[in-house]
C-alpha cells in the first residue's frame, strides 16, 4: 500500500495540489495530511483527490470544529488530534500533528501503530523509534521549498518527494 504524506500546508492549496497529484502520480492511494491545513480549500483539495483522505488539525487551525464539518462534506476523514487509516492485515498508520507532544508520545509508546506520521517542525524526517516508525514529510508552506513523503508499507520505505 502507497500513502502519500503531506503537511503544513497553511492554506496554500496550490501548493497541496502539486503534492495531491505528484503523490498520485508515484501510486498513492491514500492521502494523509498531518495538520495545520489553513483553510477549507485545502479540505476541497483532499477531497478531490482519487484518493482516500485523512487529515488532523494543527496548532494553526484555529476553527478545527468548522474544518471538521467541511471535512465531512468533503469525504475527508478528520481528526482533531489524531485519526487512523487502516492499512492491510489489521494493522494501522496513526496520523497526529505533533504540537502536543504528550499525544505523539502516546501513539509511538502504544505499540499499536507500525508507523505514525506528524508534521509541525516543517522539517522531513523519517526515523525508527522502537519498532515503530515516525515519519514527518516535511511542509508545504513557509519552507523554503515543499515537500511530502510516500510510504510504501508493503516495502516498508519512505521516499521524501521535494517540489523544484
Known amino acids: ?18 503534492a495531491v497529484d505528484e503523490l498520485l502520480r508515484r501510486g498513492a492511494t491514500v492521502i494523509v495530511h498531518c495538520g495545520d491545513l489553513g483553510s477549507g480549500e485545502c ?3 483532499l477531497g478531490a483527490a482519487a484518493a482516500d483522505a485523512y487529515a488532523v488539525a494543527g496548532n494553526m487551525d484555529f476553527s478545527p470544529r468548522s474544518l471538521e464539518d467541511h471535512a465531512g462534506q468533503c469525504g475527508v476523514r478528520f481528526g482533531r488530534d489524531s485519526v487512523v487509516v487502516l492499512l492491510d492485515q489489521g494493522r494501522y ?15 509511538i ?5 507500525p508507523y505514525v506520521c506528524c508534521g509541525h517542525t516543517h522539517e522531513p524526517a523519517d526515523q525508527r523509534v522502537g519498532g515503530v516508525r515516525v515519519i514527518n514529510p516535511g511542509a ?25
Not at 509508546?109 to 501503530?113: E, V
Request: net charge negative.
Open 43 to 45: 479540505l476541497d483539495v
Open 93 to 107: 498508520l496513526a496520523v497526529t500533528h505533533g504540537n502536543k507532544p504528550q499525544i505523539l508520545q502516546g501513539l
Open 140 to 164: 508545504l508552506d513557509r519552507s523554503g521549498r515543499p515537500s511530502a513523503a510516500l510510504l510504501d508499507t508493503a516495502a516498508d520505505t519512505v521516499e521524501h518527494v521535494r517540489r523544484d
Open 1 to 18: 500500500m502507497k500513502i502519500g504524506i503531506v503537511s503544513d500546508s497553511h492554506g496554500n492549496a496550490p501548493a497541496l495540489r502539486w
Open 109 to 113: 509508546d502504544s505499540g499499536d501503530y
